[in-house]
């Protein structure tokens, strides 16, 4: 069992940033990948950015060059600085772990509002 709890969320103003944080405990020396993903209110929940345990990471195409995933193993946590936030970015934004083969996990969410 992996548990995975966000903090960091909160309102900024168009152009601002953010960084959100994703603190995982349980079994963390199983997890394999970490991610951020992110729901708007009527959409899909849609995957933001991800990272290896090798650190490779991966972006939507929609946050490329504002957003940067990070993740530090040794305090089981990973991160999403968000910069340059735009008025599409505002959802819900969850913390998501893969432990292999196929076990995910979720945390609970926190809020980034964007608005002048």
């Known amino acids: 069992q992996v548990t995975l709890v966000e903090s960091g969320g909160g309102l900024v103003q168009p152009g601002g940033s953010l960084r959100l944080s994703c603190a995982a405990s349980g079994r963390v020396d199983e997890i394999h990948a970490m991610a951020w993903y992110r729901q708007a209110p009527g959409k899909q929940r849609e995957l933001v950015a991800g990272i290896l345990r090798d650190s490779d990471t991966n972006y939507a195409n929609s946050v490329k060059g504002r957003f940067t995933i990070s993740r530090n193993n040794a305090k089981n946590s990973v991160y999403l600085q968000m910069n340059s936030l735009k008025p599409e970015d505002p959802a819900v934004y969850y913390c998501?772990?893969?432990?292999?083969?196929?076990?995910?996990?979720w945390g609970q969410g926190t809020q980034v509002t964007v608005s002048s």
């Open positions: 998501h772990a893969m432990v292999l083969p196929a076990t995910y996990y």
